[in-house]
């Protein structure tokens, strides 16, 4: 099957890439949130500055609104778009390779195997192959710009939990 579907196709990687590139910004608009945070607390409340607190609090809204759209739309929409569109893709190439099998070949197959490649198969493949290749590259830079956000906020702190790591990876072994 693996012969069947190219994802290496200049359209597919493109497909591919724009989700992983989506949810990167979706990851970097998330970790906004602790940066706000942070600002919010030790400039805006530790000066009583109310009228500034009213303002970064109205634009936490704003952002968290404009925040949880884009997640829907850009990640999770796409998150099911692009699968599907693969699996359509997929469909239509094992179509057109059972109707160009001769008449009287056509009885050596086995037709459940058949409508099983065509059913559940194509879009499992599709599905497995994009959330795989988006879900590795994804969770590494989840991880990169979670570190660079943390040494922002704290630098201290984010060498104490790069040293506790290794330790977490030991334990669940």
Known sequence: MK??????????????????????????????LPLF??????????????????????????????LHIYIFYFLKYQWDKIPLYFSVKLKKIILKK????????????????????????????????ITYLGTLTIGILRVITGYIILFIINPILSLISAIFIPLYVFSME
Do not use: H, P
């Open 3 to 32: 012969k069947i579907l190219e994802f290496r196709e200049k359209k597919n990687l493109v497909k591919i890439i724009e989700l992983i590139l989506f949810s990167f910004i979706g990851i970097c608009l998330y970790y906004v």
């Open 37 to 66: 945070t942070k600002y919010l607390i030790d400039d805006i409340i530790s000066t009583n500055s109310i009228k500034g607190l009213k303002i970064w609090l109205f634009l936490g809204l704003g952002f968290s609104v404009f």
């Open 98 to 129: 059972i109707f160009k099998i001769k008449k009287y070949n056509y009885k050596n197959f086995d037709k459940g195997q058949l409508l099983n490649y065509l059913i559940s198969d194509s879009g499992t493949y599709a599905n497995v192959m």
